[in-house]
Nanobody, 119 residues
Framework: QVQLVESGGGLVQPGGSLRLSCAAS????????MYWYRQAPGKQREYVAA???????HYPDSVKGRFTISRDNAKSTVYLQMNSLKPEDTAVYYCNTFTVVSGSRNDYWGQGTQVTVSP
């Protein structure tokens, strides 16, 4: 079974930094595209970052220049370094990947880690 476990969230002041981690098991990690999403109360889940198996990265404009995604294949872990945090970054942050078996896509999510940015 695929398991994703996020950690590193917490309370931080605007302008502060946090580093989130997501430890993966049950997949061949080095071959997977890994994603970060977030969901704030009353809002839909929002894409935050992606890192591909070749190390390529992608961010939406909302976090570009502030967030950095990285991976350590030896540890089967993906990270999200968040700098210059803003109150609007407050959300539960989720790690995601997916598998395709016999043409069927299955998405996997961790339990999430709370990030709160407050003065």
């Amino acid at each position: 079974q695929v398991q994703l476990v996020e950690s590193g969230g917490g309370l931080v002041q605007p302008g502060g930094s946090l580093r989130l981690s997501c430890a993966a098991s049950g997949v061949i990690f080095s071959t997977r595209v890994m994603y970060w999403y977030r969901q704030a109360p009353g809002k839909q889940r929002e894409y935050v970052a992606a890192i591909f198996s070749n190390g390529g990265i992608h961010y939406p404009d909302s976090v570009k220049g502030r967030f950095t995604i990285s991976r350590d294949n030896a540890k089967s872990t993906v990270y999200l370094q968040m700098n210059s945090l803003k109150p609007e970054d407050t959300a539960v942050y989720y790690c995601n990947t997916f598998t395709v078996v016999s043409g069927s896509r299955n998405d996997y999510w961790g339990q999430g880690t709370q990030v709160t940015v407050s003065p």
